[in-house]
């Protein structure tokens, strides 16, 4: 089941760096910030990375708690984690469970091959695990000030 604007997630469970397993359910009470990304160790996905890393304490500070997504495994995000020293978790989509349901696997051309990759997504979760704002095929510059801007809203509604 695809997650629907404006409707709560689907229950699921994903697994991510620091021995952390991420549920919907488990994270009610909290804005959560799920941005998915094509791959660790490539130039965009470390600048989208660093800039998230940069911005993390004025997410934590509107009340989000932040996760990137991509289809590599625990042991590739925990050297990505770790050479950017990233203070959110990673979560690890090896088997494009995530990938499928928020529908950001599209067809690509690569070298002038077609591949599936990942589409540059970012969803934002409400404290009460309603999708509430989405971004589709987004450019990293300026991406994050966007995503932050609609977490310091959120945070203005509840108040």
Known sequence: MTPALNKPLPEFEAVATGGVKFTPQGYIGQTVVLYFYPKDHTPGCTTEAMQFRDKHKEFVKAGAVVFGVSRDNLASHDKFKSNLELPYELIADTEEKLCHMFGVVKNKIM?????????????????????????????????????????????????
Not at 120 to 127: E, H, Q, Y
Not at 137 to 149: E, P, R, T, Y
């Open 111 to 159: 070298y002038g091959k077609k591949v599936k990759g990942i589409e540059r997504s970012t969803f934002l979760i409400g404290p009460d695990g309603v999708l509430r704002e989405e971004w589709r095929g987004i450019k990293v510059a300026g991406h994050v000030d966007d995503v932050l801007k609609a977490v310091q809203s959120l945070k203005q509604e509840a108040a």
